[in-house]
Structures are given as C-alpha cells and as structure tokens.
C-alpha cells in the first residue's frame, strides 16, 4: 500500500552550507601538508565537529583524518556494542523537523559518531569539496538507518545474530586452515565464546542455547544454526512491509540505499554519485585489471564476471554496496517520488528537476562512454549488463524501493505529528 506523505522530506542545501564551508576550511588547510595526529584536533575540524554535532543531534561526532594515502572514506555506526535497551532509547531520542530533517535529541548521551577520511582522498584534487560533503553525509546517514526504518529493533537484532554466526563460521575454518582438532566439543565451545563475547538480548537466548546443542559436525554447524535462527525470527516478526529489504544480507543493502537517500535528500545526490563512480574507477586502477578493448575478450570476461555474481547472489555472499548505476538509479527513484508530490514550492520543483537530470546524465554519460577512450571497457560492460537486466544490481529484482521510501516519509511524519 502506498504511503501519502504529509509533510515534505527533500530538505536541501540551506541546513548544510555551515558544514560545508567549514569544511573547505579545514581541506584548505590540510591539503598537500604531511599527515599529523595534531589534525584530528585542530581547531577547525572541532568546529566541523560541533556542526555536525548541532545540526544532526549526536552527543559527540569525530572527524578522523587516517595517514591511509588511498581514496576512501567510512563510518562507526552508533548501533555498535548497544544493548538493546540502549537500542531502544536512541531509537526513541530520534526527532524531525521540516527544516533540517531528521536529527536526535542529542541529551540521550547515546548517539555518537566517527567518520574517516584518508588523508589520500583529501590530497586527490580529483574530487571536489562538494563531493566529499556528500560522502560524509552518506557516512552519517549510516547511523539514522535503524532509528528511521527499524523503530521495534526486529531487524537490527536479527543483523546482529547473523554477524555473530559469521564470526563463529570464521573461527571453524580458521581452526581447519591452520590444522587444529575439529570435533563438536570445539565447535561447540567456539559458539560458546562467540556468543559470550556480544551483549545478545535476553529473550533470544534461549534460541542459542536450543540451537548450539544440535550442532553435531561441521558441514552442518553453521547451516543448522542459521537456518533455526532465521526460521524463528521470520515466524516471529518478519509481517511487515520491509520485509524483502531487512532479512539476511540485505539488510546492509538497505543501509546503503538508505544512506544514499540520506544525502540526497540535501541536494547532494549528484556529487554522491560522481563521487561513487570515481572511487570505482579508481579501485579498478588500483586492482591493476587489465582492460582489453577486443569485443571478444570483453564478451567472455563480462560473462564470467556475471557468473560469479549470479554464484554470489544464490549464495547470499555479495558485497553490501550495490553497484554504481543501481545507486543512481535508486536515488532518481527517490527524487521523482518528491517531485510527484502535490504542493511543492517551485524553486524545490526545479531543484528536484535538476537533480534528476543530472544524475540520469551520469547514467547516459556511463553506458555511452566513447570506446576509443575507455580505460576501463571490462569493467564498464560488466555494469552497463547489469544495469540492462536488472538496473544495476542482481537485488534489485528482490527488493521494493517504494517501501523503503514509504517507510522514511511515515517516520517522518510519525515524528512532526507527535509534538
């Protein structure tokens, strides 16, 4: 069923300029100079700090400026190590306002975040300061995911069973690898440790331990343990709407689009995406793949490349990125949802046009790069088949992007219409 918003979500560029123009401040200063620890406590980037800080509600936000001399950026989420009482409370410490957005009421003390930027990337004069405002503000996106989508904590704790099953599953074929005794009582005790090691919620324990005592042999120890897990928590709680988007793997996935939702919505889509796309080709450099343009050998690469990703897909082993196009393919989805929309201010109507056609030309520009000029012809076909089949990424054919963005405007409006 399809959610009518009441109030309008696309907030723009207004709310971030302080950030923005703080943060040209602190690039102009750092750029080209050797790395320092003195630069995560310069006076300039505290200052970014407490922008963030007020503008989005955290109790307390870093920028961490690594010496790693590659392109990268990323984020500690604020759902690490919490309970799920503390869950609970951030979730519940989550407001919104028409102007700014979402943001939390940061006398919670318990939303915090570090976003880290490679001194590698602020040195590259290929990316704007603008396409980094809009990384950092898909890095902070990451830590409204659960607040905004998951307000029960179904999903989020569900995610967190699964990491600890792969922690186990990694510690068994450690022990095979370097060639120590395998027998159920070490599987066993593995599970034991595994699990003492998280703050796991009270009224899934005795899942465990119902879980943990069948397992007997190692082809069936983690198969067995994920499927009694999953078989409970779907039977328990997956009846809502989200559900193709939140289980298993795809949960991540969701997280990501959200992100990139997050940042769109203050009119940073295009710079994400330009952004997205040249950390690519820069990964793709990096890797040293050879790039053939001889029709042929690119025909069978792209087959094999398609194989092992339809290999990946059954096996629930893919990456939680989605690929370049199929991000922005999804954040054009969002946009023409707000432009949809009765009642909008005109200027936000050309804005919103503006995006769309600019990020569609990121798109066109991609698929209909001159072949003589590609470096990357291998790489580029390998998306362009996959944007054609399944517009971008293989899970696309599994997920509705309609509940997602149904699921941020209800939020939305949940939290203006209870003050």
Request: with cysteine.
């Amino acid at each position: 069923m399809e959610y009518t918003q009441l109030n309008e979500l696309y907030i723009g560029r207004k709310p971030i300029e302080p950030l923005q123009n703080q943060f040209t401040i602190v690039r102009n200063k750092f750029k080209g100079k050797p790395f320092s620890l003195s630069m995560n406590t310069d006076k300039d980037v505290l200052k970014f700090n407490r922008i963030v800080e007020k503008l989005f509600g955290f109790s307390s936000f870093a920028l961490n400026i690594s010496p790693n001399q590659t392109i990268n950026a990323y984020t500690w989420g604020t759902t690490v190590f919490k309970s799920k009482e503390e869950l609970k409370r951030m979730i519940n410490s989550l407001k919104a306002s028409a102007n700014t957005g979402f943001y939390h009421d940061s006398s919670s003390g318990l939303v915090t975040g570090i976003c880290t930027l490679n001194i590698g990337l602020i040195n590259c004069s290929d990316f704007t300061d603008e396409e980094i405002i809009a990384c950092i503000l898909h890095e902070i996106g990451h830590n409204f995911f659960e607040a905004v989508t998951d307000k029960n904590c179904v999903y989020s704790l569900v995610f967190k069973i699964i990491k600890v099953l792969s922690n186990i599953n990694r510690k068994i074929n450690n022990n095979i690898i370097t060639g120590k005794e395998i027998n159920s009582d070490v599987i066993k005790q593995d599970v034991d440790n595994t699990i003492k090691s998280f703050d796991l919620i009270g009224q899934l324990s005795n899942v465990f331990t119902k879980v943990k005592n069948r397992i007997f042999s190692i082809p069936h120890a983690i198969t067995n343990t994920a499927k009694n897990v999953m078989k409970y928590m779907s039977s328990k709680f997956f009846r809502e709407s989200m559900e193709d988007n939140m289980r298993r793997t795809r949960f991540a996935y969701t997280n990501e689009k959200f992100a990139d939702s997050f940042a769109v919505m203050y009119g940073y889509g295009t710079e994400l995406h330009s952004f997205l796309q040249k950390i690519t080709d820069y990964y793709v450099k990096e890797l040293n793949i050879k790039q053939s343009r001889n029709s042929v050998i690119i025909a069978y690469k792209v087959f094999d490349y398609m194989l092992t990703n339809a290999l990946l897909y059954i096996l629930n082993l893919m990456d939680e990125h989605p690929s370049d196009l199929a991000r922005i393919k999804v954040s054009i989805e969002y946009l023409k949802r707000e432009l949809a929309k009765e009642g909008l201010d005109p200027k936000v109507k050309l804005e919103l046009m503006k995006q769309i056609n600019d990020m569609q030309k990121l798109i066109d520009d991609y698929i209909n790069f001159p072949k003589d000029e590609d470096n990357i012809a291998i790489i580029r076909a390998y998306y362009k088949e996959l944007y054609r089949r399944f517009g971008g990424d293989r899970r696309e054919q599994d997920t509705d992007n309609k509940a997602l963005f149904n699921a941020i405007d209800k939020r939305f409006d949940e939290i203006l219409n209870d003050k």
